[in-house]
C-alpha cells in the first residue's frame, strides 16, 4: 500500500481490504490466538493434541516425566508465604481457625462475582473420540436392528459387539477436546509449548513438537478459519512471538509458517511490542501474564528496548494449582480424585473457579461454588461447596514461593543438546537436519539483524514477585525521564490482568518496590481498550496491516530457497506514523 493512501484510507476499509487475507497467529504455551486481521477477535485454543497411541505402558500426557510432589524446604517456604499474605489481607493464618462469627462472611453467588465472566457452574461433558462417521453408521445399523426381528437372542448380542469393535478412534484431537478426553481412553496429551519455550525432553523430541505444531495450527486453519492448505499461498501469516522464544525456536516457528503450512509470506513481531500497538500507545512498560509465564519489556516511541526484558517462571495456571493447595489444606475440597496431571480436565475446572471467584480484597473472602468431580467415562459428579480464602491464590504472583512450581518444570538444559541446541545462534551454525518435513533452508545466514531484541536473548529468568520484576524492569532503562514515562504507563496483558483488584495491588506494590533514593512517586496502570488476552493479537493485525510489503516481510519461496536477509534496520523506521495510524485504528 502506497504511504499516501495509508493516510487518506478510513481505517476499517484498510483492515477490510488488506486483513481478509492477512492470518495474525499469538502462540501461547496454554493457548493460541489465530484468527483473520479483519476480525475485531481471535480463535482462544488450547494448545494441545491428543493422538491416538497403542502404546503399552502408556502416558496419559507426553511431557510428564516428572516427580510431581514438592520438597520438605518448598512446602514450609509456601506455607510462611501464605501467612505473610494472610497478615497483608487480614485473615487467619494457615493454621488458626478464624472464630465463629467474629466477623461477617462474604459469600459469593454461586454463578460467581467477576462481571467479566459468563456463568460457568456447568460442568464439561468427555470427549467423543470415535470418528462421526463411524458413530452415525453405527446407530443406522442399531436403528435398523431395533426394527428388525432376531430368531437367536445370541446372534444379536454378538452382533452389537461387532458393532462395538468395528468404532473407529479418532486419529487425534486438538484444542479444548483434547483436554477433555477421559483418561481411560487411548490417547496420550501432547503440549507442545511449555514455559514459554518449545516443549522438547527426552521423551518429547523436536521433530514431534514441530509436527504437533504444525497438525494444531493446520486444524485450525480449516476447520476454524476455512482456509484450505491449496489457497494458503494467497494469505500472509504475521507471528507475535513472546520474548521467551530464542533465535533457533523463532526460526522454526517461520519454517513451520511458510513450508510447512505454505503461506505466500510471513512476518515477526514481538508480542510486548505488538500489546503497545494492540492499545494505542508508543511507550509502556507491558507485564504479560500468561498460563505459565509471565514476561516484561519496555517500550519506548514503538520500540522495543532489549535490555529490560525479564521472565517469571509462572502464571495463571500456577494460581490455580495453588487455589487447589489452599482449599486441600483448609480442608474445604470435597472428597474427590481431583488430578490435574493425568486429568487435563480437572484443571479446566480449577481454571473456571479461579476466573469467577478469585480476586485480590482485605479480610475473609469466601463463596459457595460448585466443584465437579470427573471419573472415567462417567458423568460428570457436581458437589456444591464452600472455597475459602479465594483472595490469596492471586497474591502469589507478588509472593512467587506460594505458587511452587511442582508441575511440569522446564526440563534441564543438557536434553538440548540431544536434540540440536536451541540456544545456539542460527547464523553461528549449520542448518542440516535430515528431516523431510522441512527441508534444508541453508545455514549462515544473518537472518535477525533487524531483530536486536531477539539477537540479544536476555532469557535470565526471575526468583522475584512481580512487583520487584516491574521496577527493576523499568529502571534498568537508566534514564529518569523515561522511567517516570514508563511507571505511568504499566499495561497488563493476558487472561489474569482481568482478576479483581490486581491493578490496585499491582500500582501499592510497585510503588514500594521502587528503592527510596529513586525520585519516582507515582505508579499507575493504564487500562486496557480491549480484552487484554487478545491486545498483543489485536496489535500484530494492526502492525501486519500497516506494515504490509515492506521490508521485514519473508516470501515462501525465498525461505525455501536460501533463507532470507531481512534488511537493514529498516522495520520501525516509520514507528510514529504507524502508532498514529494504530491510534486512528481503535478510535473509528
Same mark, same amino acid.
Given at each position: ?12 476499509q484498510?483492515m ?28 482462544n ?9 497403542? !502404546? ?5 500426557v ?9 520438597t ?21 493464618? %494457615?493454621?488458626e ?6 466477623? +461477617? ?15 460457568k457452574?456447568?460442568?464439561f461433558s ?7 462417521a ?13 426394527? @428388525? ?12 459387539? *461387532? ?10 484431537i486438538?484444542g ?21 519455550h518449545?516443549?522438547? @525432553?527426552?521423551?518429547?523430541s523436536?521433530?514431534q ?5 504444525? =497438525? ?21 501469516a ?17 519454517? *513451520? ?8 509470506s ?7 511490542? &505488538? ?8 511507550t509502556a ?16 516511541d514503538g520500540?522495543a528496548?532489549?535490555?529490560?526484558v525479564?521472565t ?18 483448609h ?14 480436565i480437572?484443571?479446566l475446572? *480449577? ?6 471467584y ?20 462417567? +458423568?460428570?459428579?457436581?458437589?456444591? =461447596?464452600r %472455597? ?17 512450581p ?8 543438557t536434553w ?39 539477537a @540479544? ?7 522475584v514477585?512481580? &512487583? ?6 523499568i ?5 529518569i525521564?523515561?522511567?517516570?514515562? *514508563?511507571?505511568?504507563?504499566?499495561q ?44 498483543p493479537?489485536?496489535?500484530? &493485525? ?15 519461496e525465498?525461505?525455501? !530457497? ?18 498514529a495510524? &494504530? ?6
Amino acid at each position: 500500500m502506497s504511504q499516501d493512501y495509508l493516510k487518506t484510507a478510513l481505517p476499517s476499509q484498510i483492515m477490510s481490504e488488506r486483513g481478509s487475507n492477512l492470518v495474525v497467529i499469538n502462540p501461547g504455551s496454554a493457548n493460541v490466538r489465530i484468527g483473520l486481521a479483519s476480525q475485531d477477535t481471535p480463535f482462544n485454543i488450547p494448545h494441545c493434541i491428543a493422538r491416538h497411541t497403542k !502404546q503399552v505402558p502408556r502416558r496419559n500426557v507426553q511431557d510428564q516425566m516428572l516427580n510431581s510432589q514438592i520438597t520438605t524446604a518448598q512446602h514450609m517456604e509456601r506455607e510462611k508465604a501464605y501467612d505473610v499474605i494472610a497478615s497483608i489481607l487480614k485473615i487467619p493464618f %494457615l493454621d488458626e481457625e478464624a472464630p465463629s462469627n467474629a466477623f +461477617p462472611r462474604k459469600m459469593g453467588r454461586v454463578d460467581g462475582h467477576n462481571p467479566h465472566i459468563i456463568r460457568k457452574d456447568l460442568p464439561f461433558s468427555w470427549t467423543n473420540v470415535y470418528e462421526v462417521a463411524s458413530m452415525s453408521s453405527a446407530l443406522e445399523t442399531s436403528s435398523k436392528d431395533v426394527t @428388525s426381528e432376531s430368531l437367536d437372542p445370541k446372534e444379536d448380542t454378538d452382533s452389537k459387539e *461387532l458393532r462395538l469393535n468395528e468404532r473407529k478412534f479418532r486419529e487425534f484431537i486438538c484444542g479444548e477436546e483434547a483436554l477433555r478426553i477421559s483418561p481411560a481412553e487411548p490417547y496420550c496429551l501432547n503440549r507442545p509449548i511449555r514455559r514459554g519455550h518449545l516443549n522438547i @525432553s527426552q521423551h518429547y523430541s523436536m521433530q514431534q513438537v514441530l509436527e504437533d505444531l504444525h =497438525t494444531i495450527w493446520d486444524w485450525i486453519l480449516v476447520e476454524k478459519l476455512h482456509i484450505p492448505r491449496n489457497e494458503r499461498n494467497m494469505y500472509s501469516a504475521v507471528l507475535v512471538l513472546p520474548e521467551t522464544f530464542d533465535n533457533r525456536e523463532i526460526k522454526e516457528m517461520l519454517s *513451520l509458517v511458510l513450508q510447512g503450512l505454505c503461506f505466500g509470506s510471513a512476518v515477526v513481531h514481538q508480542e510486548g511490542l &505488538a500489546a503497545v500497538f494492540g492499545n494505542g500507545l508508543s511507550t509502556a512498560c507491558v507485564v504479560n501474564i500468561g498460563a505459565q509465564v509471565t514476561s516484561l519489556i519496555c517500550i519506548e516511541d514503538g520500540g522495543a528496548l532489549p535490555t529490560t526484558v525479564k521472565t517469571l517462571p509462572f502464571g495463571g495456571e500456577d494460581i490455580s494449582r495453588c487455589l487447589l493447595w489452599t482449599q486441600r489444606h483448609h480442608q474445604t475440597w470435597p472428597q474427590i480424585r481431583t488430578d490435574i496431571l493425568t486429568k487435563p480436565i480437572d484443571l479446566l475446572m *480449577l481454571n473456571q473457579l479461579k476466573e469467577t471467584y478469585c480476586e485480590i480484597k482485605e479480610g475473609e473472602h469466601e463463596a459457595v461454588a460448585v466443584v465437579h468431580s470427573y471419573e472415567d467415562r462417567a +458423568p460428570a459428579g457436581s458437589h456444591k =461447596t464452600r %472455597l475459602t480464602a479465594l483472595n490469596v491464590p492471586p497474591m502469589g504472583l507478588f509472593y512467587p514461593t506460594l505458587l511452587v512450581p511442582d508441575v511440569y518444570p522446564p526440563p534441564p538444559r543438557t536434553w538440548f543438546n540431544d536434540y540440536e541446541d536451541m540456544l545456539e545462534e542460527p547464523w553461528h551454525m549449520e542448518y542440516t537436519r535430515p528431516d523431510t518435513f522441512y527441508p534444508n533452508v541453508g545455514g549462515g545466514i544473518p537472518m535477525w539483524e533487524s531483530y536486536p531484541i531477539f539477537a @540479544s536473548k536476555p532469557k535470565r529468568e526471575e526468583k522475584v514477585g512481580l &512487583a520487584e520484576a516491574i521496577s527493576n524492569c523499568i529502571l534498568s532503562t537508566g534514564r529518569i525521564d523515561i522511567q517516570r514515562k *514508563l511507571f505511568c504507563s504499566i499495561q497488563l496483558t493476558g487472561g489474569v490482568a482481568l482478576t479483581n483488584g490486581l491493578v490496585s495491588a499491582l500500582e501499592e506494590r510497585v510503588l514500594h518496590a521502587i528503592p527510596p533514593n529513586e525520585a519516582i512517586d507515582t505508579v499507575e496502570v493504564l487500562q486496557s481498550r480491549m480484552n487484554p488476552t487478545f491486545v498483543p493479537w489485536k496489535g500484530g &493485525a494492526i502492525l501486519g496491516v500497516l506494515d504490509l510489503g515492506r521490508d521485514a516481510w519473508i516470501n515462501r519461496e525465498d525461505w525455501i !530457497q536460501n533463507g532470507i536477509h531481512v534488511g537493514s534496520n529498516r522495520k520501525y523506521k516509520d514507528s510514529y506514523y504507524i502508532q498514529a495510524q &494504530a491510534m486512528c485504528y481503535l478510535n473509528s
